[in-house]
């Protein structure tokens, strides 16, 4: 599974920004696909995931303000992201999980975003 993030960019605080996720095989055959965030000097977090059934989760700082998606005829997922806020700056990864036995993740380049104050 390749996995092709973008719709990063510079916004300023209050704005939005649409990061795409789009995949090389069907999504519908993958478990579940998470965006992940990495700021500078901090631990790769969790922000959204959606599974093939259309379950949400988010993470708590998120919540309210992002919206995670999936365009099963596109094989892309979406995350749209508003209220930005400066704290929401990092790179964004995607990631697609299957479970065929055993766990296998599948990470895309990331798309960085920068939210100014």
């Known amino acids: 599974v390749q996995l092709q993030a973008s719709g990063g960019g510079l916004v300023q605080a209050g704005g939005s920004l649409r990061l795409s996720c789009a995949a090389s095989?069907?999504?519908?055959?993958?478990?579940?696909i998470a965006w992940y965030r990495q700021a500078p000097g901090k631990q790769r977090e969790l922000v959204a995931a959606?599974?093939?059934?259309?379950?949400?989760n988010y993470a708590d700082s998120v919540k309210g303000r992002f919206t995670i998606s999936r365009d099963n005829a596109k094989n892309t997922v979406y995350l749209q992201m508003n209220s930005l806020k400066p704290e929401d700056t990092a790179v964004y990864y995607c990631?697609?999980?299957?479970?065929?036995?055993?766990?296998?993740?599948?990470w895309g380049q990331g798309t960085q975003v920068t939210v100014s104050s």
């Open positions: 095989v069907s999504i519908s055959r993958i478990g579940s």
């Open positions: 990631n697609a999980r299957r479970v065929i036995g055993a766990t296998l993740d599948y």
């Open positions: 959606i599974t093939s059934g259309g379950t949400t």
